[in-house]
């Protein structure tokens, strides 16, 4: 009986490792099985932008062969300023990303050593909307935003032309010697978003 019993045994183990066996193949082969890939694809979105000031030697506001000069450095002063000289400028943004976004544009850290100089200072502009903004708007970090949600799509070019006029009832001995600096101006072109 005894060896009757080694061979049920021995009947039992062989069994029992040809069904773990079977269980360890299946769960290796299992683990090892893959999905197809999933991908989503999503646009890129940069922006190049360009600023121009409008050649215009008499500051009237008509410039001069409606000619632009590129301007490269920070900082634009306005110094000895006269009461209804007129500034043109132009800050071309283009979309070279894959998607549309939502452009918007500020004025970053304006600065004066005379506050009071600020309320006539006026920035305008016609498009994206009729805007005629005063420069003391600004918020308590002096900067100042022109617009926002503008729609750009893709590879298309906004040409942004707006001017900065002095007001004509700037008293200028009050004034006199006293500058304003627009340290930068932002430029945010920020991805539209879809609610399905």
Known sequence: MDRRLRIIQLLIMIAMS????????????????????????????????????????????????????????ANLQF????????????????????VSGFLSVTIDNITSDEQGLLDYFIVSFSSPEEKEIALSGADQNGDLNLFSDYVLAADATFDFIFQIRIDGNLNGSQYHLKSLTIAHFIVDLIQEHYVE
């Open 18 to 73: 040809f069904v773990l066996f079977l269980f360890v193949a299946y769960a290796w082969f299992v683990s090892l099985e893959k999905t197809e890939p999933i991908i989503v694809n999503t646009g890129s979105l940069r922006a190049e932008c360009k600023f121009y000031r409008g050649i215009d030697a008499d500051f009237d506001g008509d410039l001069d062969e409606d000619d632009f000069v590129e301007i490269r450095e």
């Open 79 to 98: 110094t000895n300023v006269i009461p209804g000289q007129i500034y043109t400028f132009k800050l071309s943004v283009k979309n070279t990303g894959t």
